[in-house]
């Protein structure tokens, strides 16, 4: 079967990160620019230890006429639906849409503007950030798992994934990395936002390791509402272990916070809020939390 060709939507450092991977592979892989670029290719340059890659991707624009079978989104959250609104028109009607964003709730809006895309969720480890417009560095190699509900084997693209990206896999119960990814953000990017505090410092302040262990009481009990009893029994250890591992981080919320941008809190505490109203679940903290920093971005 001949390879799928990928458009990337958002090509910030992990859509730069698996352009760049997919094209090396390769796959060919097209950046899907603001309107506006009247460049037709981009050079999308990856750090990693002392080496520099650079690769000179195609580009395109919502003006163009290029029809799309296979978009990787990778935006913030909350700019999903109005970027794939924005080229829906090149979309092909069956088009496969793997969304690697953070927080939840998207592929249903998503399912629901556009019922008949093909949509799949992933979530990954890859630490990567960006050093400017299309250069990052690679700083941490990560896990990334992709997957659909409902669908035990992967479709026929996923071999050009595995092939492009280090520990890629398959993951038939994708709901269960989503929400086990979603339950540790909960905690570790409002409180390390609030508190203008680095990921480790979480663990290492007494009065905020005790908040850390009041918000995961509650992040559990809506888990375990919810269906992911596993995830709720082992988020004390898991938080602790991310703590530790990106104890020198700035999450993402803190830096969204400190640089004035907006956050991706309603897709995270907010969504996780909605599951607790409709399960009747009272919760107070991740509540003040969201109100917190949604007062602080006005
Ligand atoms: O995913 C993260 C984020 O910052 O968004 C964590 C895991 C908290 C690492 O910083």
């Not at 892989?29 to 650079?54: K, S």
């Not at 959250?77 to 496969?96: E, F, P, Q, T």
């Not at 690697?100 to 592929?107: D, E, K």
């Not at 640089?259 to 679940?281: H, K, P, S």
Request: proline fraction near 3%; aromatic fraction near 6%.
């Amino acid at each position: 079967m001949q390879d799928a060709h990928w458009h990337v939507l958002g090509a910030g450092a992990i859509g730069c990160l698996f352009a760049q991977a997919l094209h090396r592979s390769g796959s060919s892989a097209t950046l899907v620019m603001r309107p506006g670029t009247h460049q037709r290719f981009l050079p999308v340059i990856v750090e990693r230890g002392d080496q520099r890659c650079e690769a000179q991707l195609p580009v395109i624009t919502a003006g163009d006429d290029e029809l799309i079978s296979h978009l990787l989104v990778t935006t913030k959250a909350y700019d999903v639906r109005a970027a794939v609104a924005g080229i829906a028109h090149l979309l092909n009607d069956d088009c496969v849409v793997l969304l690697l964003v953070n927080g939840m709730g998207l592929a249903e809006q998503l399912a629901a503007d556009w019922p008949r895309l093909d949509i799949y969720c992933g979530t990954t480890t890859e630490g990567a950030y960006a050093l400017g417009a299309r250069h990052i560095r690679h700083a941490g190699r990560g896990q990334t798992r992709i997957g659909k509900t409902g669908l035990a084997t992967p479709p026929p693209w996923f071999a050009q994934w595995s092939r492009a990206v280090d520990h890629c896999v398959w993951d038939g119960h994708i709901a269960n990395a989503l929400w086990a990814k979603l339950a540790v953000n909960c905690i570790i990017n409002p409180l390390t936002a609030v508190h203008g505090c680095r990921n480790g410092e979480l663990g290492q302040r007494r009065d905020l390791a005790e908040q850390v262990a009041l918000l995961c009481d509650e992040v559990s009990s809506i888990c375990r509402a919810a269906g992911f009893g596993d995830i709720a029994q082992q988020l004390p250890s898991t938080v602790a272990a991310v703590i530790a591992g990106t104890a020198d981080n700035r999450s993402s919320m803190l830096q969204d916070v400190e640089c004035e941008r907006r956050t991706e809190i309603e897709y995270i505490t907010g969504y996780l809020l909605e599951v607790a109203d409709q399960l009747g679940i009272a919760a107070p903290r991740n509540r003040a939390l969201l109100e917190e920093i949604q007062h602080r971005a006005h």
